[in-house]
């Protein structure tokens, strides 16, 4: 079970760790925080290899971490593997401006329902009804 915290949102937002993750980590360190996936695609040339966690998704590249996203809305799929209460979006936005982390809109990941900020860090976070359902971060190279 994967318990998320505001601790464990603020922790990512400032020094991008999640529950222990953090880019570059090994394939070895991820099994051992989180434990076998769920559901995992090998990496085929110089596609991503993806170990699911259900609503937690890491992408590896040659075994090491190079991003991750957490999706709440995957929760009717992965109930009971999850707790986690969404965040209202004005607490987000409050703290990231009390931090001074820039932040724009991101228009690329605008849903119908909902909007995407993303940091000039490289996280993004998705809002839906006002309240944040997924964030993650993805980088090319380490």
Same mark, same amino acid.
């Given at each position: 079970?994967?318990?998320?915290?505001?601790?464990?949102?603020?922790?990512?937002?400032?020094?991008?760790?999640?529950?222990?993750?953090?880019?570059?980590?090994?394939?070895?360190?991820? =099994?051992?925080?989180?434990?076998?996936?769920? !559901?995992?695609?090998?990496?085929?040339?110089? *596609? &991503?290899? $993806?170990?699911?966690?259900?609503?937690?998704?890491?992408?590896?590249?040659?075994?090491?971490?190079?991003?991750?996203?957490?999706?709440?809305?995957?929760?009717?799929?992965?109930?009971?593997? =999850?707790?986690?209460?969404?965040?209202?979006? !004005?607490?987000?936005?409050?703290?990231?401006? *009390? &931090?001074? $982390?820039?932040?724009?809109?991101?228009?690329?990941?605008?849903?119908?329902?909902?909007?995407?900020?993303?940091?000039?860090?490289?996280?993004?976070?998705?809002?839906?009804?006002?309240?944040?359902?997924?964030?993650?971060?993805?980088?090319?190279?380490?």
């Amino acid at each position: 079970m994967i318990r998320v915290s505001f601790q464990d949102v603020e922790e990512f937002i400032v020094i991008k760790k999640f529950k222990g993750l953090e880019l570059g980590a090994s394939k070895l360190h991820v =099994i051992s925080v989180f434990g076998e996936p769920l !559901e995992h695609e090998p990496q085929k040339g110089k *596609n &991503y290899e $993806i170990c699911s966690y259900g609503v937690l998704q890491i992408y590896l590249l040659n075994r090491m971490v190079v991003g991750f996203t957490f999706d709440y809305q995957k929760i009717h799929y992965y109930r009971e593997h =999850i707790e986690y209460t969404p965040i209202d979006q !004005e607490i987000i936005l409050r703290y990231l401006n *009390n &931090y001074q $982390i820039e932040y724009s809109e991101n228009l690329l990941l605008k849903t119908y329902d909902g909007n995407t900020v993303s940091t000039n860090d490289g996280i993004s976070l998705g809002f839906v009804d006002n309240k944040l359902v997924a964030f993650g971060l993805l980088v090319l190279s380490i």
